[in-house]
């Protein structure tokens, strides 16, 4: 049975509270996670994004100066994705595979903790992110989370349908439950991640959002902080708000089978508690392949 198990790996506590998170005391720090996924599958452990690193903690001077004074980094060992993945009583070397919605810095900080990991990213992310273009990128993208003998796997946005979205499904050396969803916007070449389980599809959106309100089926809402950093983020906000209308739609169309998360909200972490894991089923369990 292959389990899937939902990670916060390293927050980010700006001033501001409620501005930022919907929930905290206004004149406190809001608490902004990092939600990871630990996917086991035959072919072994799956990480999807991986929060902060090791080196991170070490050497705070990896990340720009600006955004993490801004967001309040909270660089912390136990909260990395390796010492989280340990403590479940795994080995690093068991993570074979990373898939990462992106290559900014709160997403990329902990590909050096699993050497042996083939690391899945869309090829135009990757560009962006070795090109660094903009003062933006320069501080988004932070080359050294991952100089070293990296074992990239990188795949065009494009392929197969997926509930109306292009999907690149055939992951090399990973099951066919697990698929990249292309959502740009945010960054070039940003995107979800979807994976199957027992009770339909969950979809971890990355920061293609960033607040459960922005998926609300009627007068969906953004905090006043969130929406200004999206806005300060995107790489290209008219695909970012248009995928985003897309994803209220998937939402309103199949939400009964899709269950949607972004990597911040720490409100639709807490929807996911440790135990029982999600399951992916056996294969003659498997749901009707969606058009
Ligand atoms: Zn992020």
């Not at 905290?24 to 690193?53: M, Q, R, Y």
């Not at 990757?126 to 990188?154: C, F, H, I, N």
């Not at 292309?182 to 979807?194: E, F, M, S, V």
Request: hydrophobic share 40%; proline share 5%.
């Amino acid at each position: 049975m292959t389990r899937i198990h939902h990670l916060s790996r390293g927050t980010m506590c700006p001033f501001g509270g409620r501005l930022w998170d919907g929930f905290s005391p206004l004149f406190s720090s809001a608490k902004i996670v990092c939600h990871c996924l630990l996917i086991e599958t035959d072919a072994g452990l799956v990480l999807v994004d991986t929060g902060f690193g090791l080196a991170d903690v070490r050497n705070p001077q990896r990340l720009s100066t600006f955004f993490r004074l801004a967001n309040r980094v909270q660089l912390r060992e136990a909260e990395t994705a390796r010492r989280q993945i340990e403590a479940k009583g795994f080995a690093a070397a068991d993570v074979r595979h990373i898939i990462l919605t992106h290559l900014d810095f709160d997403h990329a900080g902990g590909i050096a903790d699993f050497p042996g990991a083939t690391v899945h990213v869309l090829d135009i992310e990757l560009a962006a992110a070795t090109k660094r273009g903009s003062a933006l990128d320069r501080r988004r993208y932070r080359p050294m989370q991952w100089e070293g003998s990296v074992d990239w796997q990188t795949y065009t946005a494009d392929g197969e349908r997926w509930f109306g979205f292009r999907c690149v499904r055939d992951l090399v050396g990973l099951p066919p439950e697990i698929l990249i969803v292309p959502l740009a916007g945010h960054t070039a070449g940003h995107c979800g991640i979807a994976a199957r389980t027992a009770d339909g599809w969950l979809l971890h959106a990355g920061d293609a959002y960033f607040y459960r309100g922005e998926l609300h089926l009627q007068e969906y809402h953004c905090t006043p902080m969130l929406r200004f950093y999206q806005r300060l983020m995107a790489t290209d906000n008219t695909m970012r708000l248009n995928n985003q209308a897309r994803l209220r739609q998937l939402k309103t169309t199949h939400g009964r089978l899709v269950r949607l998360f972004c990597a911040h909200d720490a409100k639709e972490l807490d929807m996911f508690p440790p135990q029982p894991a999600e399951t992916v089923p056996a294969p003659a369990e498997r749901l009707a392949e969606p058009v």
